[in-house]
């Protein structure tokens, strides 16, 4: 805040912070967004979704000290549960910068110039839709579970491989800046529709916008706690919106050789879930996910030199699949009893945390 220049009124980054029950954790996420010393003014955007604990007196404080900087809405109903997403628009509503970035409550920055760098990039480099860096994460006793990358990213527009694996967004949303001028709330809320996860649908979305680039540094936590949103939403809310959201996103692809890219990762998401149906038990769900998936044979039909995609689970076969549903299941239960492999350590998962 030392070196701001401008018109505070006038913000160049727009921070939208998320809150609900971060009571343990809320002061160090205000403190990293506070402890920015960048050379323009920023507005730091707070929601706090209906908190039943003391997150909404302690962002107060903030605000007493910080009128100006900090401009918190505080909800006496939770929206989230009311629509996934209306939070969205309430806070790109809102947004006056240049450019946004993300870091909710449970998170936060440890780098004071980490705004600066990613807008002074994004301010040389007109190409580049997005900048992000790599983050930590700490468990609820700030203990380091997982520590970043050192290596610079870049992934080209389009580049829906880079997307998925996680080049965009490869430290997560606390990471990320963007231009504000580059998305459109309508298109990203019919992207996000009944999603439980939010930033990978983001991610996916300003892939189609423009390039992005990854500091070669770590500037942020992620905290991987059991109130955590990632702990809350269970394995088949992560994959139904990788589904979901790659369905939806085809309209904006007109390439035919990203359509295979895309199809492709498809086909790999839906063996993950069935695997994972059939490692949890869930023998109901597993019939009614693999019907319609069996009916849907093109659907299903995997894309010559994709094959490698699925070789984590060289025990489905995909013609056995379309025939047989019974032999499927008999397969799927030796796995169930004999194999040591989990979906909660396959890295497709991992990189979503």
Same mark, same amino acid.
């Given at each position: 805040?030392?070196?701001?220049?401008?018109?505070?009124?006038?913000?160049?980054?727009?921070?939208?912070?998320?809150?609900? =029950?971060?009571?343990?954790?809320?002061?160090?996420?205000?403190?990293? !967004?506070?402890?920015?010393?960048?050379?323009?003014?920023?507005?730091?955007?707070?929601?706090?979704?209906?908190?039943?604990?003391?997150?909404?007196?302690?962002?107060?404080?903030?605000?007493?000290?910080?009128?100006?900087?900090?401009?918190?809405?505080?909800?006496?109903?939770?929206?989230?549960?009311?629509?996934?997403?209306?939070?969205?628009?309430?806070?790109?509503?809102?947004?006056?910068?240049?450019?946004?970035?993300?870091?909710?409550?449970?998170?936060?920055?440890?780098?004071?110039?980490?705004?600066?760098?990613?807008?002074?990039?994004?301010?040389?480099?007109?190409?580049?839709?997005?900048?992000?860096?790599?983050?930590?994460?700490?468990?609820?006793?700030?203990?380091?579970?997982?520590?970043?990358?050192?290596?610079?990213?870049?992934?080209?527009?389009?580049?829906?491989?880079?997307?998925?694996?996680?080049?965009?967004?490869?430290?997560?949303?606390?990471?990320?800046?963007?231009?504000? =001028?580059?998305?459109?709330?309508?298109? !990203?809320?019919?992207?996000?529709?009944?999603?439980?996860?939010?930033?990978?649908?983001?991610?996916?979305?300003?892939?189609?916008?423009?390039?992005?680039?990854?500091?070669?540094?770590?500037?942020?936590?992620?905290?991987? /706690?059991?109130?955590?949103?990632?702990?809350?939403?269970?394995?088949?809310?992560?994959?139904?919106?990788?589904?979901?959201?790659?369905?939806?996103?085809?309209?904006?692809?007109?390439?035919?050789?990203?359509?295979?890219?895309?199809?492709?990762?498809?086909?790999?998401?839906?063996?993950?879930?069935?695997?994972? !149906?059939?490692?949890?038990?869930?023998?109901?769900?597993?019939?009614?996910?693999?019907?319609?998936?069996?009916?849907?044979?093109?659907?299903?039909?995997?894309?010559?030199?994709?094959?490698?995609?699925?070789?984590?689970?060289?025990?489905?076969?995909?013609?056995?699949?379309?025939?047989?549903?019974?032999?499927?299941?008999?397969?799927?239960?030796?796995?169930?009893?004999?194999?040591? /492999?989990?979906?909660?350590?396959?890295?497709?998962?991992? =990189?979503?945390?």
């Amino acid at each position: 805040m030392i070196n701001w220049k401008g018109d505070i009124t006038i913000p160049i980054v727009s921070v939208s912070c998320l809150t609900y =029950n971060h009571e343990k954790y809320i002061d160090d996420a205000i403190n990293g !967004l506070l402890i920015q010393d960048t050379n323009f003014p920023i507005e730091i955007l707070i929601h706090d979704d209906a908190s039943n604990d003391n997150t909404a007196e302690i962002i107060r404080r903030y605000q007493t000290l910080y009128p100006n900087i900090i401009k918190p809405i505080y909800q006496t109903e939770n929206q989230y549960s009311k629509d996934k997403g209306v939070i969205r628009k309430i806070q790109y509503g809102r947004a006056h910068g240049k450019y946004i970035a993300y870091c909710e409550g449970d998170d936060y920055w440890t780098d004071p110039s980490k705004l600066q760098k990613q807008v002074d990039f994004l301010e040389s480099h007109l190409e580049y839709v997005a900048c992000f860096h790599y983050t930590d994460t700490v468990n609820e006793d700030n203990e380091i579970m997982k520590m970043s990358g050192d290596k610079s990213m870049v992934c080209y527009i389009g580049d829906y491989i880079s997307a998925i694996q996680g080049c965009f967004g490869k430290g997560s949303t606390l990471s990320v800046v963007f231009r504000s =001028n580059k998305i459109s709330i309508n298109e !990203l809320n019919e992207l996000n529709k009944d999603c439980k996860i939010g930033d990978w649908p983001l991610f996916l979305y300003l892939s189609l916008k423009g390039k992005a680039y990854t500091l070669p540094e770590a500037m942020g936590v992620y905290r991987n /706690h059991n109130a955590g949103v990632t702990k809350i939403i269970n394995h088949l809310d992560f994959f139904q919106t990788r589904i979901l959201v790659m369905h939806r996103i085809e309209k904006y692809i007109s390439d035919t050789e990203n359509i295979k890219i895309l199809k492709s990762y498809q086909h790999r998401v839906y063996f993950r879930k069935l695997n994972w !149906l059939i490692l949890s038990g869930n023998w109901h769900l597993l019939i009614k996910t693999l019907i319609p998936l069996i009916k849907a044979k093109k659907e299903l039909k995997l894309i010559d030199g994709y094959k490698h995609d699925i070789k984590w689970v060289p025990e489905f076969d995909l013609d056995i699949m379309k025939k047989n549903i019974i032999k499927t299941i008999v397969i799927g239960f030796k796995n169930f009893i004999v194999r040591s /492999h989990r979906i909660d350590e396959d890295p497709l998962y991992l =990189n979503n945390k």
